[in-house]
């Protein structure tokens, strides 16, 4: 691991020793020993932040989304009984979807020489996954949101009980998406292990379900452990399985790892930002959106320090693309998805 990732390493892990001695009083809660926590202000070099002008990413993205819009109908078919099909292709096929994770599985898989192919059935598996997370997430025992992606929550239209069994019914489904649909002749068995593993690893109890814990029940400085797991691990996953679909090393998939976390995390502190510019003039607030302020870096550090906070992940995400370099235009894909996640340059909407 290169000098870069090394210091970054170890100022995560005295971020940690610093978090984890707020938090002592929670008898309930326990914290892993060592998790990221991307604070510092990093300024984006001039040469990593044209790297990406040149690309259209929005060409490359809009046509990988409708290859992948296409394999998760194709996956998703109505068997008996129908009303769980139905509301599984309601979230999965929702026509707002932006399809972030399986795009950059895609990319880091032919990154690194892997064949596209080979990548689609864990893109399709790691959307499954996603759209199984949110459910979860809309529900009013949980973060109760009546709208996801343009269009009314799952369990507003198909009622709570088949909400939660729609999520449920999505996990192993990708799982199994990925197994059966995977060509063995471009995937070795012990590869395709490693992803499912992968995917286990960030959905679980030391992932995303760590996450949603913390944000119900835990004190409000845990904002940098929440951001990691419930926003960090998604595109976590996404870089690292693309990576060892590709048979990706060591040291490539550790890249790809703190690459994907800090772009899933840069993604939802831009959306706070967003949320604070667009919501400044409002006079009202819920007490739902006040508890929701609590637990972002806008309401707890404001807006110029969440701003920071951003551009030190946009330039970290940069920093683990560089050990790419030799791999040419390839890494653009990855690139251009930082300074997306940061601006925002295009829309989706004129596609739906």
């Not at 409708?66 to 109908?73: A, G, P, S, T, V």
């Not at 199994?176 to 002749?185: F, K, Q, Y």
């Not at 870089?239 to 899933?264: P, S, W």
Request: with cysteine; hydrophobic share 40%.
């Amino acid at each position: 691991m290169d000098r870069n990732l090394q210091s970054q390493s170890g100022y995560r892990e005295n971020k940690m020793v610093m978090f984890a001695a707020t938090v002592t009083s929670c008898s309930y809660l326990h914290f892993p020993n060592r998790f990221s926590v991307t604070r510092q202000t990093i300024k984006c070099s001039s040469t990593t932040s044209s790297v990406s002008d040149s690309f259209d990413l929005k060409t490359y993205w809009s046509t990988l989304r409708e290859e992948i819009n296409q394999k998760l109908d194709e996956a998703i078919p109505v068997k008996y009984p129908a009303q769980i099909y139905e509301s599984m292709r309601y979230s999965v096929l929702a026509e707002r979807a932006k399809r972030a994770p399986p795009v950059m599985c895609v990319a880091a898989c032919e990154l690194l020489g892997g064949n596209r192919l080979a990548a689609f059935p864990t893109a399709c598996a790691l959307e499954m996954v996603h759209a199984a997370s949110l459910i979860h997430d809309d529900l009013p025992c949980m973060d109760d949101d009546p709208s996801r992606r343009g269009q009314p929550s799952n369990h507003t239209v198909f009622e709570m009980d088949m909400a939660i069994l729609t999520a449920d019914a999505l996990f192993p489904l990708g799982f199994r998406h990925i197994v059966s649909h995977t060509p063995t002749n471009l995937v070795p068995e012990t590869q395709l292990l490693r992803v499912i593993n992968e995917i286990a690893r960030a959905v679980g109890s030391t992932g995303m379900a760590a996450g949603q814990f913390v944000d119900l029940e835990g004190p409000a400085n845990a904002i940098d452990f929440i951001h990691e797991k419930k926003y960090g691990e998604m595109g976590e996953c996404s870089a690292v399985c693309g990576g060892l679909l590709a048979g990706g090393n060591d040291e490539e998939i550790q890249r790809l790892r703190t690459y994907g976390r800090a772009v899933g995390i840069l993604y939802q502190v831009v959306d706070e930002l967003l949320e604070a510019k667009s919501s400044k003039n409002k006079l009202v607030a819920t007490e739902k959106l006040v508890k929701e302020k609590e637990k972002s870096y806008v309401g707890a550090y404001g807006v110029e320090e969440a701003m920071k906070v951003a551009e030190g992940l946009r330039a970290e995400a940069k920093t683990a693309l560089e050990g790419f370099e030799k791999y040419g235009e390839k890494v653009l894909p990855l690139y251009s998805f930082v300074d997306y996640a940061a601006d925002r340059s295009f829309s989706f909407a004129d596609q739906v």
